[in-house]
């Protein structure tokens, strides 16, 4: 599967975006999505994963209850609202396709990746 990331953007703390993912092929209900971001000089780091049908949902401490992951199977779409951001959210995401059934948050769990969308929050 070929990901595809768009929607950064450059905005002011406080504010929102909307991060979407468009996957290729039509296997795309196969596979469970996550959001990584990575800062620099800084390792990447899970944000949000979603399993197949949509029916699971993990988020990284930091970013619970400001951050909302879905999926759409018709579309292969998988989006990432963001809301209430801060400068600390600054990096590049990434979206990625995990072919696993559990809630797994490691990078090395995920088979494929997009080639990500900055994110800039200005305090």
């Known amino acids: 599967v070929q990901l595809q990331a768009s929607g950064g953007g450059l905005v002011q703390a406080g504010g929102s975006l909307r991060l979407s993912c468009a996957a290729s092929?039509?296997?795309?209900?196969?596979?469970?999505m996550g959001w990584f971001r990575q800062a620099p000089g800084k390792e990447r780091e899970f944000v949000a994963r979603i399993s197949r049908a949509g029916g699971s949902l993990y988020y990284a401490d930091s970013v619970k209850g400001r951050f909302t992951i879905s999926r759409d199977n018709v579309k292969n779409m998988v989006y990432l609202q963001m809301n209430s951001l801060k400068p600390a959210d600054t990096a590049v995401y990434y979206c990625?396709?995990?072919?696993?059934?559990?809630?797994?948050?490691?990078?090395?769990?995920?088979?494929?990746w997009g080639q990500g969308t900055q994110v800039t929050v200005s305090s």
């Open positions: 990625a396709a995990d072919r696993g059934q559990s809630g797994r948050v490691r990078v090395s769990d995920y088979d494929y």
């Open positions: 092929g039509r296997t795309f209900s196969s596979y469970a």
